[in-house]
């Protein structure tokens, strides 16, 4: 990703970066370092790095991997490294899990899969629009 900004030309600003986390790293440590590495290859190995959306990917490591994933996320958006923080194909029950300890809540963004060939997951979208209100 990073390497495909820098040969395009284009200003960082003019580009909105998304990038995943897939699993956390075992400790609180080693997840905030394998999130921190990631924003580091956008700018090349350089200090001042940022995206512009964080997720976690899915929620398939369990209860604690979230946790540890989340708090991570939160760290970034508290050093600046990402600007908004969120999830993929969290269900209702996962997000609300997360309520007990995140800092950031409800998350910023979940993306979930929305196509012809499978239920929309309007429970999910609409729940998370009446948390919002």
Request: charged content about 25%; overall charge positive.
């Amino acid at each position: 990703m990073g390497e495909a900004l820098r040969q395009s030309g284009l200003k960082r600003s003019e580009v909105f970066l998304t990038t995943k986390i897939m699993s956390a790293g075992g400790s609180p440590g080693a997840t905030y370092k394998k999130c921190t590495e990631s924003v580091e290859k956008v700018e090349g190995g350089k200090e001042g790095g940022y995206v512009d959306l964080f997720l976690i990917h899915t929620p398939s490591g369990g209860a604690q991997a979230i946790k540890e994933m989340w708090q991570a996320l939160e760290k970034l958006v508290d050093e600046g490294k990402a600007n908004s923080i969120g999830v993929s194909n969290f269900g209702v029950s996962h997000i609300e899990e997360m309520r007990s300890y995140a800092k950031i809540w409800p998350p910023q963004v979940n993306q979930i899969e929305v196509c012809l060939h499978s239920l929309p997951q309007f429970h999910i979208r609409s729940h998370l629009r009446v948390r919002r209100a």
